[in-house]
C-alpha cells in the first residue's frame, strides 16, 4: 500500500490582539484648552513583526500623532497596537504578505479605536484616523529594498 504524502493543511489564527504600549501628553494643559485655533496632526505608522516560535508571530503597529499650532503642542499619542498569530502550512514566500498586509489590516482599527479613545479621555474632540493602505507600503518598501546599493537584480 503506497502511502499518500499529505500537504500540510493552511491556517491564520489570531490569538491575541492588544495594547503593548500607549501613552498622551497634554504638554500645554490647562491653557490648551482655551485656543481658538485649530491644530494641524502630524501622523506617523511603522510595523514590524517579530518571529516568537516556528508558526506564531508577534506584529506591532506604532502609531504616533501629534497635534500642534506653531510651537504648541496640543498633544502627542504614541500607541503601540500588538497581535499574536498563528500562521501554519503558508509557503515561506508568502509568510511575508501575511506578516506585512493581513496582520496590519486586522490590528489597524482596533489601534485607531485606542488613539481615537485615548484623545477623547485626554480632553480632546476624538481624532478618527484615515485607513492606510498597508498594501501599498508594503509593495512600496519590497521596491526601494530592490532598488537598494548591491542588491541583485
Not at 76 to 103: D, K, W, Y
Request: glycine share 6%.
Amino acid at each position: 500500500m503506497v502511502e499518500e504524502q499529505q500537504t500540510p493543511q493552511m491556517g491564520f489564527n489570531i490569538e491575541k490582539i492588544y495594547v503593548k504600549d500607549l501613552s498622551v501628553e497634554v504638554p500645554h494643559a490647562p491653557s490648551i484648552f482655551f485656543e481658538r485655533e485649530a491644530p494641524e496632526f502630524a501622523v506617523e505608522l511603522a510595523s514590524k513583526s517579530v518571529k516568537l516560535e516556528q508558526d506564531r508571530y508577534e506584529i506591532v503597529i506604532k502609531v504616533t500623532v501629534t497635534a500642534q499650532k506653531g510651537d504648541k503642542t496640543y498633544y502627542l499619542v504614541e500607541c503601540a497596537q500588538a497581535g499574536i498569530f498563528r500562521i501554519t502550512g503558508v509557503p515561506e514566500e508568502q509568510i511575508s504578505l501575511a506578516l506585512g498586509i493581513g496582520c496590519p489590516n486586522i490590528i489597524f482599527p482596533y489601534a485607531r479605536e485606542t488613539i481615537s479613545d485615548v484623545i477623547l479621555r485626554a480632553g480632546f474632540p476624538p481624532l478618527q484616523l484615515a485607513p492606510f493602505n498597508f498594501e501599498a507600503e508594503f509593495l512600496r518598501q519590497q521596491q526601494a529594498a530592490s532598488q537598494a546599493p548591491g542588491t541583485a537584480h
